[in-house]
C-alpha cells in the first residue's frame, strides 16, 4: 500500500470537520467528470489495467447475521477502475454501510479540541522547543526546512511532531494523480446516500486520533533528526527518502505475482484491485517509532474491530464493512484477530 496516501487519507478523514464529507460526496460528480477528461486526455501509462478489477472481499455470518468485508483505498487516480457486479449486489442487498469513521464522528468539543491540539503544541512542559532537542547537524537543517517552505521556524516549532512529519510528506510527495473524492468510501457513501440506506462507523475517529498524538513526541523528534540530517536541505521530496521511520514496500521487494511491473507507480493499487487483498504491503521501519505507529494504526485499531464485528453477529442483519485494505493484510489483520476469536470470514470471490 502507499503509505503516504493511507496516512494522509486516514489523517483527513480523522480531522474531517463537520459536513466535509457531504461536500466530497457533492464533489465526486465533478471529479467523475474531470476523470472522464484526464483520460481521455491521455492517462497515466502505468494506470493501464488489462484485467477486470476484483477487489477481495470476505463475508462473516452466523444463522441471522452476514457481513461483507472490503478493503478500500481512501483516495484513487481518475479512471482507475475497481467496481465489480458482485460489489453491486452486494450493495443492493445489505442493509447499512459501515465505514471507519463517519460524518457522525465530526464536530463537537472533543473534536475541537483535537483539532487545535493537532495544530499547536502547548507552551510548556515536555513540549520544548523541537530545535532544541535536535542534534546541531540537523537543527541547521531545521532552518533551512523553514525556508523552503515557506511556514517559518515559530510556526513549525508549535506544531506537534506528527503533523509536521505528514505535512512535510505531503508537500514533498505527488499526490496530483490521486482525488480523495474518488476514494472508494466516498463512492460508496455517495452510492448509499442515494438508495436511502444508513451509513455507520466502526470506531470513534477522535480516539484513534487522540492516540497517535500520544505516540512519544521523543521518537518523532529523533526519527525528524535523522531524516533532518540525511536530507540536501534543497528538496522537500527528498526529505523522507532514507525512510528512516516508515515508508513504503520498495520495488525490489514487492511480490512478483499480480502481472504488475513492481516498478509501476500504481503497484499497489493495481494488486488491490487484482484482488490481492490479504498481502501486507505496508512498511513502517523496524525502529521503536515504526512499530509503535504500526500498533496504533493497525494492530490496537484490528483487534478492536475484531470485537465490534464478533458483537454484530449478535444482532440480525445484513451490512458491507469498507475500510482501508491495510487492515486485511499480515499477522495481525483484523482477518486474524477474528480468527483468534474462532471466527473465520471466507474469502468469496
Known amino acids: 500500500m502507499n503509505l503516504r496516501i493511507a496516512v494522509t487519507g486516514l489523517l483527513g478523514t480523522l480531522l474531517m470537520p463537520l459536513g466535509a464529507a457531504a461536500q466530497d460526496v457533492a464533489d465526486v460528480e465533478t471529479a467523475e467528470a474531470v476523470a472522464v477528461e484526464l483520460v481521455e486526455a491521455g492517462p497515466h501509462p502505468d494506470l493501464a489495467q488489462d484485467y477486470e478489477p476484483d ?34 449486489r452486494i450493495m443492493k442487498s445489505v442493509d447499512e454501510l459501515v465505514l471507519e469513521t463517519s460524518d457522525a464522528d465530526a464536530g463537537g468539543q472533543k473534536q475541537y479540541t483535537l483539532t487545535a491540539r493537532i495544530m499547536d503544541r502547548p507552551a510548556s512542559g515536555k513540549a520544548a522547543s523541537i530545535a532544541a532537542r535536535l542534534s546541531p547537524e540537523a537543527r541547521e537543517k531545521w532552518s533551512m526546512l523553514a525556508r523552503t517552505t515557506g511556514i517559518g521556524e515559530t510556526m513549525l516549532d508549535r506544531m506537534p511532531p506528527l ?22 468510501e466516498t463512492i460508496l457513501t455517495r452510492d448509499f446516500q442515494r438508495m436511502g440506506k444508513p451509513i455507520g462507523s466502526i470506531e470513534d475517529s477522535v480516539g484513534v ?27 522537500i521530496a527528498t526529505l523522507f527518502s532514507n525512510g528512516s521511520h516508515f515508508g513504503n ?13 513492481a516498478e509501476n ?11 490481492y487483498g490479504d ?18 494504526l493497525l494492530e490496537d485499531r484490528n483487534r478492536a474491530w475484531s470485537f465490534w464485528l464478533a458483537d454484530r453477529l449478535e444482532r440480525p442483519g445484513t451490512l458491507l464493512v469498507a475500510v482501508g ?10 482477518l ?13 470471490n
Open 55 to 88: 477487489p477481495a472481499l470476505w463475508v462473516l455470518s452466523d444463522h441471522d447475521t452476514t457481513i461483507y468485508l472490503l478493503g478500500t483505498y481512501h483516495a484513487l487516480p481518475p479512471g482507475f477502475e475497481w467496481r465489480t457486479p458482485l460489489l453491486d
Open 163 to 184: 503533523s509536521i512529519v505528514f505535512m512535510l510528506d505531503g508537500m514533498g510527495g505527488d499526490m496530483s494523480d490521486f482525488r480523495d473524492s474518488l476514494g472508494v
Open 209 to 235: 486520533m487522540t492516540n497517535l498524538m500520544a505516540i512519544d513526541e521523543a521518537l518523532w523528534i529523533a526519527s525528524l533528526d535523522e531524516d533532518l540530517r540525511d536530507w540536501d536541505g534543497e528538496d
Open 249 to 261: 514496500t520498495s520495488a525490489n521487494r514487492r511480490p512478483d505475482i499480480t502481472g504488475i511491473a
Open 265 to 275: 507507480a500504481f503497484y499497489s493499487e493495481h494488486m488491490w484491485a487484482k484482488g
Open 279 to 296: 498481502i501486507d504491503d505496508m512498511v513502517f521501519g523496524d525502529g521503536e517509532l515504526g512499530r509503535t505507529f504500526r500498533r496504533v
Open 325 to 334: 485494505s491495510a487492515h486485511f493484510g499480515g499477522a495481525d489483520s483484523v
Open 336 to 348: 486474524a484477530m477474528l480468527r483468534e476469536r474462532g471466527l473465520e470470514a471466507k474469502r468469496i
